[in-house]
């Protein structure tokens, strides 16, 4: 992402000015704020970073506590014909419109409509993401956006960690992607925040989201399970809301299957844990069993034969480097 603006070479009386001034310029003309109460020895700071692909903005805001509104004039409608998904990185902020207030935590997120009324509060540092989004955009996709405005998705439930997850896999990194992955890796995020908030009426994500989405919900979803041994196919088709069959489909279509794509990730957690220092008290078949492994001797086997050597000799070699 490209940074559009810091606060680092600005006086200190200017800084809070410039920052408000900034977000008017390129965000919400009718925004307004007020800096909070800072410690002793304290300077106000901010920084914007930036990336846009095609129609949709990614902004990465970090700043002191501050509080905010903006209530748009009509006859001024521009940025304002956006939706904005708010996407908490680190601290905390409340968020009102429409007489709903979210509480956002880290992992947590939002949505509301920059056309209409709404004020936010900092009360100390934070970091977050903006995503701001045209209103055909999504309005085609969700309906009626007034009822889903300042309405928190959490973090830890399903959908929310997977957002949470994409934005902070991938966004950041989007400038140095070919514009055509950059826009497939949006428009999947897109129908992920788009299940997010289906989810207030429909349980599980449906299949018309895409085949790239639901890849990467059921890949998510796997690598949150690896651990249990008991993982099946037919868990993961009943939790991306999908037939086994369409899952396995979806699986083939990248060359693989949801069995070899769960024992490889596998594979690839328990050789990180073999030579991980954190964990040298733990023996190979404790570490076998936490990474999914239920058959020792299988395992053993497979490893000797992708890796010409066994985990024991594999974690002693590592270990003397």
Not at 39 to 45: A, C, I, L, N, Q
Not at 168 to 174: G, S, T, V
Request: with cysteine; net charge neutral; aromatic share 12%.
């Amino acid at each position: 992402m490209k940074s559009m603006f810091t606060t680092r070479e600005l006086p200190d009386v200017d800084r809070f000015s410039v920052f408000r001034d900034t977000i008017k310029d390129r965000f919400l003309s009718s925004y307004e704020c007020n800096e909070v109460e800072l410690p002793p020895h304290s300077r106000f700071y901010a920084n914007i970073v930036e990336q846009k692909v095609t129609n949709i903005r990614f902004i990465q805001l970090e700043s002191n506590g501050h509080w905010a509104s903006s209530r748009p004039l009509t006859h001024k409608l521009s940025l304002e014909e956006h939706f904005q998904i708010e996407i908490q990185r680190s601290g905390t902020s409340h968020l009102t419109q429409d007489g709903r207030t979210a509480f956002l935590r880290q992992g947590d997120f939002c949505i509301f409509d920059m056309a209409r009324p709404v004020s936010w509060s900092f009360d100390n540092d934070y970091s977050l993401f903006k995503i701001l989004i045209p209103r055909e955009k999504l309005a085609s996709r969700l309906g009626n956006t007034q009822n889903l405005t300042a309405r928190a998705i959490r973090g830890n439930s399903v959908t929310g960690s997977l957002v949470y997850s994409f934005v902070m896999r991938y966004i950041p990194f989007l400038d140095s992607m070919p514009p055509q992955h950059a826009q497939q890796l949006a428009d999947i995020l897109l129908n992920l925040i788009t299940s997010a908030f289906s989810e207030y009426s429909i349980a599980t994500p449906p299949q018309s989201l895409g085949r790239s989405t639901l890849f990467y919900f059921a890949q998510h979803y796997l690598e949150q399970h690896l651990s249990d041994p008991d993982l099946s196919v037919n868990e993961c088709a009943n939790a991306c809301g999908i037939s086994v069959r369409y899952l396995q489909m979806l699986f083939k279509e990248q060359n693989t299957s949801v069995l070899r794509w769960i024992y490889q990730k596998r594979l690839e957690n328990y050789k990180t844990a073999l030579v991980n220092p954190l964990l040298a008290e733990k023996n190979i078949t404790q570490l076998a069993y936490e990474c999914g492994f239920s058959d020792i001797s299988n395992l053993s086997r497979k490893f000797k034969s992708e890796f010409f050597m066994t985990p024991s000799e594999y974690r002693k070699i590592h270990s003397l480097r």
